[in-house]
């Protein structure tokens, strides 16, 4: 009798830690909710699925009118809520920022050489808002943001070392900081995540990655995106799992997926070692392991989709997969795209989804970037 009580005790908590909602596989860990998908995605009634890309604009750096305003690359880059285009970039003779209206025309630049006030030495870009301002870490000692003018609207520079920041609608801040505080002869510094107050007095630690001693590769997966009140965190220690942080720092679901196991192609290696990879001396081993990580780096769009940047090779060369997340976490559809900047280097904001458009910067043979933005258009 005892036994089978037992047996209907495990039972009952089984069906109460698993469930399927619409078919979708869930379960609970510590009370956190946790999405199961696999290799193939689900199918949602009315769900799409896939997306086909109409070209909108082309902003090419090779043009003369961009060479005589002193822009020579294309960096990291964001758009306001009038589809007005921000870039930063590092090699330009006048500025660091660059911005062009929804045509591709030059508006204005601005962020000169420096360290004075309204100065930058080596900026990246934390956030372009719906007004046009744009907040800047530079040289990861002073955060920063200006108007759409290049006016200066705030400059802190707080006590430590930081990497982004992403000003939060409520007023706080989620703060990328390198704790080499914590670092010993045995022990490389972590890595990590908080959120802050505007202050950036710390309110609580969100995630932390450990960047291994003897790593083989040339950039580990530490990721985040905000978007559509959802802060996502990818860690190469968890493999294929996304956390989904709400705005308040709370941990409410996990998504977790299955994936296919793949090496580092030929064009992989080219991409990221360039032309003479495979010239002697040269130790692949090193920056490619096998097999290759789940994922390589991924974006999000206003509706709070996930974009994941896979290392599988897509339907054309240059293209790699892409896995569609819905807002809630689900696997719904897989696209083959061609952003090598996405799918090769992760950290930095080189592809996004705005706007029912997607941008991302592309290097030309030439060796001069473009930045295409095309319309997407979704389908079941």
Excluded at 88 to 108: D, Q, S, T
Excluded at 285 to 296: A, H, N, V
Aim: hydrophobic residues 35%.
């Amino acid at each position: 009798m005892r036994r089978r009580s037992f047996w209907l005790f495990a039972l009952a908590a089984l069906c109460l830690c698993c469930s399927r909602e619409g078919g979708v596989e869930k379960i609970r860990e510590n009370g956190v909710e946790v999405v199961l998908n696999h290799v193939d995605p689900y199918r949602l009634e009315g769900e799409p699925s896939t997306f086909d890309l109409e070209p909108v604009l082309t902003i090419d750096l090779e043009r003369k009118d961009l060479a005589a305003k002193g822009m020579g690359s294309a960096g990291e880059f964001g758009v306001d809520g009038e589809g007005n285009i921000a870039v930063v970039a590092f090699k330009n003779e006048k500025n660091f920022i660059y911005r062009f209206n929804p045509k591709g025309e030059w508006l204005n630049s601005f962020g000169p050489f420096g360290q004075g006030p309204g100065e930058l030495e080596w900026p990246f870009l934390d956030a372009v808002f719906p007004s046009g301002d744009i907040a800047i870490t530079d040289r990861m000692r002073k955060y920063i943001v200006f108007d759409k003018n290049g006016k200066v609207l705030k400059e802190i520079r707080p006590d430590f070392n930081i990497s982004y920041v992403y000003p939060l609608e409520n007023g706080n801040l989620v703060l990328e900081r390198p704790r080499y505080e914590r670092a010993s002869k045995d022990s490389p510094w972590p890595t990590c995540l908080s959120l802050c107050d505007s202050s950036f007095v710390e309110i609580k630690e969100l995630d932390r990655h450990l960047r291994s001693l003897d790593n083989n590769r040339l950039v580990p997966f530490f990721m985040w995106r905000v978007s559509a009140g959802h802060i996502y965190v990818a860690n190469e220690e968890r493999g294929y799992e996304i956390w989904d942080y709400d705005l308040g720092g709370n941990l409410r679901r996990k998504i977790r997926k299955e994936f296919r196991p793949v090496a580092a192609t030929e064009e992989i290696k080219k991409a990221v070692l360039g032309p003479g990879y495979d010239q002697p001396g040269i130790s692949q081993d090193r920056y490619f392991p096998k097999p290759m990580p789940p994922l390589s780096s991924f974006f999000t769009d206003d509706e709070g989709r996930l974009f994941v940047m896979t290392y599988e090779a897509g339907d054309r060369p240059g293209e790699y997969l892409c896995d569609i997340f819905n807002a809630d976490g689900v696997f719904v559809g897989r696209k083959s795209l061609d952003a090598p900047w996405a799918g090769l280097y992760g950290g930095p904001k080189y592809v996004m989804a705005k706007m029912g458009r997607l941008y991302n910067n592309r290097e030309k043979e030439s060796g001069y970037h473009e930045l295409l933005v095309r319309r997407i258009i979704w389908k079941k």
